[in-house]
């Protein structure tokens, strides 16, 4: 290489070394070890639900992330049970279906957690099922296909759920599978891939619009199951997966405005791996072979904005985890190390520090508030970019009381707020930044 070509290399790995996302990994603990979880969030909480340990009886717990204060906790499910499947949307975060084990029972139970209150709720999906998917847009959060394997049942079947008053109605998948996976963008909701009651690997994508309740379908550039999907901006993003020819490494990436798809590759071919995004980041972590005889510590991290790749490594290697967003931060957590191995208990945590396309902000600097202590109204003034901005307010209970969107200032109304202090967290660009407020 001559010394022209090696200044342009050098300039090329600089310009993207700028802008590669700045971020730090940390861990939490959920209150035992299990794989085959799900995970879902919405607003300021992550929930880790369910799974299976090395007992056959699921245990009946959830985890619950609130990202506002920075603590977890955990509550009792209406049932313990295994491979089910939620979403976010709207202030509800929703779980349903399941099995007792891999196979003796399936169930109809519907777990519902309302973000505002913190409070939880139960309902029932029209028919039991596991390895189904699950995805929300609007206020809308659809359930579709699954399986009962100890009856050699495979399902069709789409529950859509209406937050906004917790009513029920029907639909359908161009074909029944289980092992799918669904994602949602705009007013867009897919779902792809799966297994048939035959158990073959399927390229069907059934696609749902929210906004008129009507179905188109398409197919993925090549059939599996097991794969994972995620979204950022106006894209799905379908991973991995395993067909008749073992793991695949293809991500099909799925243009919700244009109706095109597009292609492209993880480093490494896996199954029953998670992803999520955080930021302008879409992260693919774990995963193994079709036996899980070898697992993965690979994190593959696809940045949006320079449509360039990363890879980085988790601490614990671990194939049928679950993995969520919240905030700044991408989480996996639970799954398995090797197929004789223990499912672990950690929760690896991606917190995204900076983009690296702004100046970097320190909580104290990013925005002010005049005055502070405050009375009746205070003032917001963003010193990061203010692009694409919100402020929430949550007081020290973790419970949202004010969010909306900002330009570059805004003054916020406190007459309805008792006295006390509240968090405000200014959201910008992918990233956090949190201040105190005492109002008097």
């Not at 202030?91 to 409070?119: H, M, P, Q, R």
């Not at 059939?223 to 008749?244: H, M, Q, V, W």
Request: net charge neutral; with cysteine.
């Amino acid at each position: 290489m001559n010394k022209k070509s090696t200044l342009l290399l050098f300039l090329l790995l600089f310009v993207i070394g700028s802008t590669v996302t700045k971020a730090q990994w940390s861990s939490a603990t959920l209150t035992s070890g299990r794989s085959k979880l799900s995970a879902a969030s919405n607003s300021t909480r992550a929930v880790f639900f369910g799974g299976i340990g090395m007992i056959t009886v699921p245990p009946n717990v959830a985890d619950v992330y609130n990202s506002a204060i920075n603590f977890w906790s955990n509550t009792t499910m209406s049932k313990g049970r295994t491979s089910s499947a939620g979403a976010g949307a709207n202030n509800k975060i929703v779980f349903a279906g399941g099995a007792d084990d891999w196979i003796l029972s399936v169930y109809t139970n519907v777990d519902i957690y309302n973000v505002t209150s913190g409070t939880w709720s139960t309902s029932n999906l029209s028919v039991g099922r596991d390895r189904l998917a699950a995805a929300g847009a609007g206020t809308k959060i659809l359930f579709a296909g699954g399986e009962f394997s100890g009856a050699g049942q495979v399902y069709n079947t789409v529950d859509i759920f209406e937050t906004s008053n917790n009513s029920w109605t029907s639909s359908q998948l161009s074909s029944g599978r289980y092992n799918l996976s669904g994602a949602a963008s705009g007013n867009k909701v897919a779902f792809a891939g799966g297994q048939d009651v035959n158990g073959i690997y399927m390229s069907s994508v059934d696609i749902y619009d929210i906004t008129t309740g009507t179905w188109v379908m398409d197919t993925l550039s090549i059939p599996r199951a097991n794969l994972t999907a995620c979204s950022l901006g106006d894209k799905i993003y379908f991973a991995g997966g395993e067909n008749a020819n073992g793991p695949s490494n293809r991500v099909d990436i799925y243009d919700v405005v244009t109706d095109t798809w597009t292609i492209d590759s993880l480093s490494i071919a896996r199954t029953n791996l998670s992803s999520a995004s955080v930021g302008d980041l879409v992260l693919f972590a774990g995963g193994g072979n079709v036996t899980s005889s070898t697992v993965y510590k690979r994190v593959d991290i696809y940045n949006t904005l320079t449509n360039t790749w990363t890879i980085d490594s988790l601490t614990t290697a671990r194939t049928m985890a679950a993995a969520t967003s919240v905030g700044n931060k991408f989480m996996i957590g639970g799954g398995i190390p090797s197929a004789v191995g223990a499912p672990t208990n950690t929760v690896a945590i991606y917190t995204v520090t900076s983009t690296g396309l702004h100046p970097e902000f320190s909580n104290a600097n990013a925005f002010e508030m005049m005055p502070n202590p405050a009375n009746n109204n205070v003032s917001i003034t963003i010193n990061a970019t203010s692009e694409n901005s919100s402020i929430e307010v949550f007081n020290l209970m973790g419970e949202k009381v004010m969010d909306m969107s900002i330009e570059a200032s805004v003054n916020l109304d406190l007459k309805n707020l008792t006295k006390g202090i509240y968090l405000v967290k200014l959201i910008s660009k992918g990233a956090t930044y949190t201040q105190k407020l005492m109002v008097e």
